[in-house]
């Protein structure tokens, strides 16, 4: 169906529960530990080659509840068109799934979500019927550790709609060729005049754990943030990026590219400034902390033509 996609397919009976998930790669990281997984790289047993399988779930539908929790937290409007947002929160658990494999090479908790890019080629909708696909691809070097693609698909009526590459770093686990000249230094940020400023309390990760499934514990507290080296729990990064696409607003149009970049994690309580602004055909994001001046996130909104 998908050009680029490995041809060994994985069906799933249904999308999986990322508690599940993280569980699953948190035992199989304790295994190897003790003794009683395989060699190889970083994180799995299967040595430094990404797994050569796509992974598919098919019918899979929005709930108008999980919607209309989604669309009132992040800002979106009520309407039956599922934000580009949401539908990554839909399709995450699956390309998930991909990355607790035990011949996955990398650890699962800990990796750094470094940027995202989301092309909207036309509307979903609740009552669509999707399917999703989503695969890993490009493992390579970075300044800091090793960085890898996760690729995720959603089509429907057979017509891919949605497509979201999520890049991930690990820090500190190296390429076994010892290279370290991946992943270019990021340019220089002077903050821009703000447009905003967003109010984010201190239960926000757990409110937007609730409505994505992602209950990372560096997000839902400061004692379990804390024992990953955080001094109080982080917004998730799809938060932050798509409370951005949500200020942008019906601006965007029905078809769209959503490129973030993300440079510092969102402490809470946070009152962090933003911007969003026109920028040639598109728009242009940035949130950055008020006091500070370091960027959180930057990032664009640019139309797609056909």
Known sequence: MTRGAPDALVALPRVPGLGGL?????????????????????????GWTLPEVTYAVDDVRADVDHLT?????????????????????????????????????????????????????????????????????????HRSGTQVDLVTE?????????????????????????????????????????????????????????VSGD?????????????????????HGMFTASRALADVGAARGDAFAWDVEFAAPVLLPATPDVRVARDGDGHAFAVWHARSGKPHLTGTVTPLTA
């Open 22 to 46: 993280y569980a699953r790669r948190l035992v199989a990281s304790a295994r190897r530990r003790g003794g009683g997984g395989g060699g190889g790289g970083g994180g799995g047993g299967g």
């Open 154 to 210: 959603v089509a429907a009526d057979g017509d891919v709609a949605w497509r979201g590459v999520s890049t991930y770093l690990a820090k500190g686990v190296r390429l076994p060729d010892g290279r370290d000249d991946g992943g270019a230094e990021r340019a220089a940020f002077t903050p821009p005049v703000r447009t905003g400023r967003w109010e984010l309390p201190a239960d926000t990760g757990r409110r937007y754990a609730a």
């Open 215 to 235: 209950r990372n514990p560096i997000h839902l507290s400061p004692l379990t943030a804390r024992a990953f080296g955080f001094p109080r729990a982080i917004a």
């Open 69 to 141: 929790a989604y669309q009132h937290l992040l800002g979106e409007p009520a309407t039956d068109a599922l934000p580009a947002g949401f539908v990554h929160v839909l399709a995450f658990p699956v390309a998930t799934a991909v990355m607790v494999r035990d011949d996955f090479p990398l650890p699962l908790l800990g990796v750094v979500h470094l940027a995202n890019r989301v092309e909207q080629r036309r509307p979903l909708l609740l009552g669509d019927r999707l399917g999703v696909r989503a695969w890993a691809r490009d493992l390579r070097p």
